[in-house]
């Protein structure tokens, strides 16, 4: 994580003559790097919200299930539709200045929520607004500062990126689930808003938009790469690299297969494992507690899963996730029960593993295929994540307001993963040659 660091080589001094061994620092892009998982983790804080909060607005107001999945369901739909255009925007007006308006726009609609009194003020505020504000704050900012800081170790930088959003978890969900259970969910919503207003300060001091903004060159570089010029039309970019994207075939298989990576866990598990144990007589702390767990185990898998990619063949990383996924849900409702058990804890750690360990080696197809525009795509391909996520979100409270219980989405879930992992194996190789080097 060392590399001597090199501005344009400034003129050396006159003077005595000295020996003097090079110094060798850190690297400015790893500062860079911990900036960027600070405010995730920041951020990742209403990201831990929405599960916690389906009981107690159905005992507040006696709104159905369905219509509360439905305020979360527009939330991660807009998360994922909005990461490509803010992607376009971070080219155009810089990451610091997209990232910062986006934690107030969080902040904004997280703290309205407190003074809500119909469904539709929760899905403007929840729904649209915090929906907005976190789908610039998605994984293609993270894609975005590891392209532009990073040629080497980028596998491992975005599986430690990816992973801050886990953390957040770890850190916030104990927190949030105790407000909600001994005070109310609104002191939950108000320390979601305040959390992302406190980073805002992090990422307008610290963060930079290029390593040419400070004279350096990106991680791992040979040559100094210029600052490109603001790219104008953030909209129109963003729709004509999917355009262009579309006509391949392995965009739709990454699509695909990231939709169903999206549907079975923000959808499913993080918006309805909350309330699913606390059917089977588990207490919501307990219950978030789990979650968290889950988190920690994220932080790891994701972090090896960056390793991996860096040496492996993501196409066959891949599909080992989706499958072992599969396998981990269809066990699920024989673990749900009143009690935290050996068997349980063994699903928690196992899916904690797996939970986003998907995101370096997709990361890694979109820039082997995509090149400069890699990161656009890789938004519009967390679009279908997201776009699956809202889908499972709604239709999970639909089954449980039917049917009494989870039962039925946790089986269709565990088959489409099983689909995205034969779908993985199918994205060809692309020649190492035909793929233009990333700014």
């Not at 919501?284 to 090896?304: C, E, N, P, R, Y």
Request: proline content about 6%; some cysteine.
């Amino acid at each position: 994580m060392t590399q001597t660091t090199e501005a344009a080589a400034p003129a050396p001094r006159t003077g005595k003559k000295r020996n003097r061994v090079p110094r060798t620092r850190i690297h400015r892009a790893w500062f860079v790097a911990a900036v960027t998982f600070v405010t995730i983790i920041g951020a990742a804080a209403f990201r831990s919200l929405p599960g916690l909060l389906i009981d107690p607005l159905h005992e507040d107001f006696g709104w159905s299930r369905g219509t509360i999945g439905a305020a979360v369901s527009i939330n991660l739909a807009l998360y994922g539709l909005t990461a490509p255009f803010a992607a376009a925007l971070m080219d155009r007006y810089g990451i610091r200045r997209v990232v910062a308006v986006a934690l107030t726009v969080i902040a904004l609609g997280s703290g309205l929520t407190v003074w809500m009194t119909a469904a539709w003020q929760l899905l403007l505020c929840w729904g649209l607004l915090v929906g907005l504000g976190s789908g610039s704050m998605a994984l293609a900012f993270a894609a975005t500062v590891t392209n532009r800081w990073f040629t080497e170790r980028r596998g491992l930088v975005t599986g430690i990126l990816t992973a801050a959003s886990a953390s957040g978890q770890l850190i916030f969900l104990p927190v949030l689930s105790w407000m909600v259970e001994r005070h109310d969910w609104r002191p939950a919503a108000v320390t979601v808003a305040l959390a992302a207003l406190a980073v805002v300060p992090f990422v307008w001091l610290l963060l930079r938009d290029h390593p040419a903004d400070v004279g350096l060159k990106p991680y791992g570089a040979t040559e100094f790469v210029p600052k490109p010029e603001p790219v104008p039309g953030a909209a129109r970019r963003a729709v004509t690299v999917l355009l262009k994207a579309a006509r391949t075939g392995p965009f739709w298989l990454l699509a695909g297969t990231f939709a169903i990576c999206g549907a079975s866990t923000n959808g499913l598990i993080q918006t309805h494992f909350v309330p699913a144990a606390h059917d089977h007589g588990m207490p919501i702390t307990a219950a978030a507690s789990l979650l968290a767990v889950i988190g920690v185990f994220d932080v790891v898998g994701t972090i090896a899963s960056g390793w991996f990619t860096d040496r492996f063949d993501a196409r066959r990383l891949l599909a080992v996730y989706y499958a072992l996924r599969g396998i981990s849900l269809l066990f699920l409702p024989m673990l749900l029960g009143p009690s935290v058990h050996p068997p349980m804890l063994f699903f928690i750690v196992f899916y904690g593993l797996d939970w986003v360990a998907t995101v370096p080696p997709t990361v890694a197809l979109c820039r082997e295929h995509y090149g400069d525009d890699s990161a656009i795509v890789f938004g519009w391909v967390l679009a279908s994540h997201q776009v699956g996520a809202a889908l499972v979100a709604f239709v999970g409270g639909v089954v449980r307001d039917v049917f009494g219980e989870y039962d039925m989405i946790w089986y269709a879930s565990g088959a489409l993963c099983a689909a995205a992992a034969l779908m993985a194996l199918v994205i060809r190789r692309r020649p190492a040659a035909l793929v233009p080097a990333v700014a």
